[in-house]
């Protein structure tokens, strides 16, 4: 009995050890990103976007908290623009500010984690138009360390984050495309 309580550790140690070398080879990078075509002209979508304060109606991280703390400081909008949340385990704790934007094709965003694990990303909003209204794309790159690896063994964060993506812009393309 304990002969076979041994082979089954050392079995158990091997794949662990095995799971953890392959994390090791992941990138040291990941993006996430989900396109839309919206029926509306840019200058249109573009304050949606923008302007912080106008995240609520699309954003699906707000639907998921409704209660969560919102703080909104420095620019009114645009670049230097900041809003910081305080919510539930579903939408954690962190901030965001536009760090660069060039009206009405591309915001960018420096996105800082706190809880429930910390981590600092960029996200993308671009604007392209095109027959039939405005391509927008949302993306987010940042650093993969290595414990983001491992739990990508186990968690599709592309199809996680990519979900969260492809409702904010079916809920931004439903108000864009009102009016």
Do not use: C
Not at 19 to 24: I, S
Request: no cysteine; net charge neutral; charged share 20%.
């Amino acid at each position: 009995m304990l002969k076979t309580i041994a082979i089954l550790a050392i079995i158990l140690a091997a794949a662990v050890a095995s799971a953890l070398v392959y994390a090791a080879t992941k990138p040291d990078t990941f993006q996430v990103q989900r396109s839309m075509l919206i029926a509306a002209p840019a200058d249109k979508i573009f304050p949606l976007i923008d302007d912080l304060h106008n995240w609520q109606p699309w954003s699906p991280y707000e639907k998921r908290d409704p209660a969560m703390k919102k703080t909104f400081s420095g620019s009114e909008r645009g670049k230097g623009a900041v809003y910081e949340w305080d919510g539930n385990r579903d939408v954690g704790k962190g901030s965001v500010e536009i760090t660069d934007v060039s009206a009405p094709s591309r915001i960018t965003i420096g996105l800082h984690m706190i809880e429930p694990f910390e981590g600092r990303n960029v996200v993308e909003f671009t604007l392209r138009p095109q027959a039939g209204g405005t391509n927008v794309t949302w993306a987010m790159h940042g650093p993969s360390p290595y414990i983001s690896k491992v739990m990508g063994l186990v968690l599709d964060m592309d199809k996680m984050i990519g979900n969260d993506f492809e409702a904010g812009l079916a809920n931004l393309k439903n108000i864009a495309e009102k009016g």
